[in-house]
């Protein structure tokens, strides 16, 4: 009984605070139409401000109504004035407020890219808008071949959506694997890997593309929870004990910046370099895994 009232409360303060924050970053987004860009970058540290409060208040009430110990290695410095692509494994719908747990304010303003469609989500969606997060509409390889004029539309309306962050330090976050840890999907993917899907390295070239070489450093985050993957249920409880967290900072450097879908040479190369990535990612989870087991 005691778990679920946790869960209830941590759940309605994590909702009352994202309807708050929201209200005055749709203010400040509305005022930000204004087509002045001194104006417009004016008004970036105040959305700025109200991200930086709604990651405040979610921190504070885990840390005070939830028994949960993160044990972090290798964070090292952090900067507000840095650039940083943040890819991680994603093993449960706790991973986003895990990552804020971490990272805190101590990085730029934190972005994602997510599907246009969340637009139409109640509240979410004009967090999203409000707070510059860039959509995506791509293209499938069917539509694209009924209409050849798509191809490229994708990148080019990101790099409009990311123009704004040319001189506003950001942080992306981009989960490789498209979608959460689970054994089923893991079967189907006949993954290579012993503690991972296959990673998506299509979406990170894109990114880093669509960023035209703003994004300088990689925040590369390997995650593991004891006792197994939980529930979102089960994290708001307090039933996750610990979680590991292992951060590596890694430059980017300008070789990952080329034409993915038109350069074969450039695709093979850079799905190497994530191969790589996710192979070190992978004996740091066995790492983990041997460690829960002592």
Known sequence: MLASLRGVLVTAIFSGVTILVTIPIVFFALLRLLPIPAWQH?????????????IWANNWQQRLLLPTQLEIEGLGNLSRNEWYMLTAN?????????????????????KFFFKRSLLWVPV???????????????????AIARDPLLKGQDLERTRQACARFRY???????????TRFTPQKYQQQASIYRHLLMPKAGGLAFALNAMDGQLHQLLDVTLDYEGGIPSYWDY???KVKRIRIHVRQLPIPAE???????DAEFRAGFQQW????????????????????K
């Open 42 to 54: 004016l008004l970036n540290p105040c959305l700025d401000a109200c991200a930086d409060f709604w």
């Open 90 to 110: 994603h093993q449960a719908w706790a991973d986003i407020p895990v990552l804020m747990r971490v990272f805190k304010a101590d990085i730029s303003g934190v």
């Open 124 to 142: 979410l969606g004009l967090a999203l808008w409000g707070l510059d997060f860039p959509s995506m509409r791509r293209h499938s390889k069917a």
């Open 168 to 178: 506003h330090p950001v942080t992306i976050i981009n989960f490789l694997e498209g």
């Open 236 to 238: 708001a409880c307090g």
């Open 256 to 262: 990952l910046l080329g034409d993915y879908e038109g």
């Open 274 to 293: 994530v191969n790589n990535l996710w192979q070190q990612k992978d004996e740091q989870l066995e790492l983990f895994r041997q460690r829960w087991q």
